[in-house]
């Protein structure tokens, strides 16, 4: 299966680059004269190392979008893929000659996915705006008061998108099966996003009181506690078999079974002992200690 891509940043690319892992020829097109922007954004280098990684499994083209014969090239490789992923203003997709018009008289057997932000919207956002306007930047920021905070580290929804992306990508191309006229589908963000928080996030659970669940802080069990020397033990203790051992295994057998997934008062307080016990020893033993046991239980040594 031979997809081209004709996207840049994270969404797109890290669709086809998900498809590619997976065994499909994925031939990414740019402009040479107007290359990805992760590669021009230069005040973080980590964009480009993303970029990299995002295209390795992929060919890469490099051609002159203003150049006619270039076109003519694009458009060859085009008549010879299944399907092409493509996120360009209106203004690139008529120089390239890919409006959904020309697209419908050009292309045949081809299907197409086009990316867009929110249906009827032309606004633009980034990561963080799409997360406080789908309510899912309240599970980071639940019960904190600090005057600053930093954003998730991952690009949450970009990611989402990047796995709706893929499927309706996957999805166009078998509804193209058998069918003569290009299949033109569009991909908006905001329903990835959607679906994402109708399933981690409903609105029953927004109002819930405490605000805190198990994946951001509610039980001692599964928690991040730092050690003596700045590292940090992650456990996540859940089952009964593994709190259990991980008290053995620290000495905190003056906790009771239900201490790891107690609430209020009670969290508060296991937490401090769990913490004063963690934080009593370097990473590195608590790593030694733990390296040999099936507990769900790592540690990250200090980084100096």
């Not at 008289?105 to 929110?118: A, D, I, Q, Y």
Request: glycine share 6%; hydrophobic share 40%; with cysteine.
């Amino acid at each position: 299966m031979k997809i081209i891509d004709l996207t840049w940043r994270l969404p797109g690319p890290l669709a086809t680059y998900l498809l590619a892992k997976q065994g499909m020829e994925v031939v990414k097109y740019e402009d040479r004269n107007h290359r990805d922007p992760f590669l021009k954004w230069s005040w973080d280098p980590a964009f480009s190392e993303v970029y990299r990684a995002f295209q390795e499994p992929k060919e890469l083209r490099l051609i002159d979008f203003g150049s006619a014969d270039d076109v003519v090239l694009l458009h060859k490789e085009i008549h010879s893929a299944d399907a092409v992923v493509m996120s360009f203003p209106p203004r690139v997709e008529e120089k390239l000659g890919l409006t959904e018009e020309a697209i419908a008289s050009t292309f045949s057997g081809v299907s197409f996915t086009r990316l867009g932000f929110r249906r009827g919207s032309d606004e633009s956002a980034h990561d963080l705006n799409t997360l406080v306007q789908s309510n899912l930047l309240k599970m980071h920021i639940l019960d904190r008061t600090d005057d600053i905070i930093a954003p998730p580290f991952l690009p949450v929804t970009g990611i989402f998108f990047s796995h709706h992306i893929a499927i309706t990508l996957l999805t166009t191309i078998l509804e193209q099966r058998g069918r003569s006229q290009p299949i033109q589908n569009w991909c908006w963000l905001q329903d990835a996003v959607d679906n994402a928080q109708e399933a981690y996030y409903p609105a029953s659970l927004q109002e819930r009181t405490p605000a805190t669940f198990l994946h951001n802080g509610r039980f001692p069990c599964y928690n991040i506690y730092r050690t003596a020397d700045g590292g940090y033990v992650a456990m996540a203790c859940v089952e009964p078999k593994f709190w259990s051992r991980f008290r053995e295994l620290t000495g905190l057998t003056q906790l009771g079974d239900d201490d790891g997934l107690c609430e209020g008062e009670r969290s508060v307080e296991v937490k401090e002992i769990i913490l004063n016990r963690i934080s009593s020893k370097p990473a590195v033993e608590w790593k030694e200690l733990f390296e040999e046991e099936n507990v769900c239980v790592d540690v990250l040594l200090p980084s100096f």
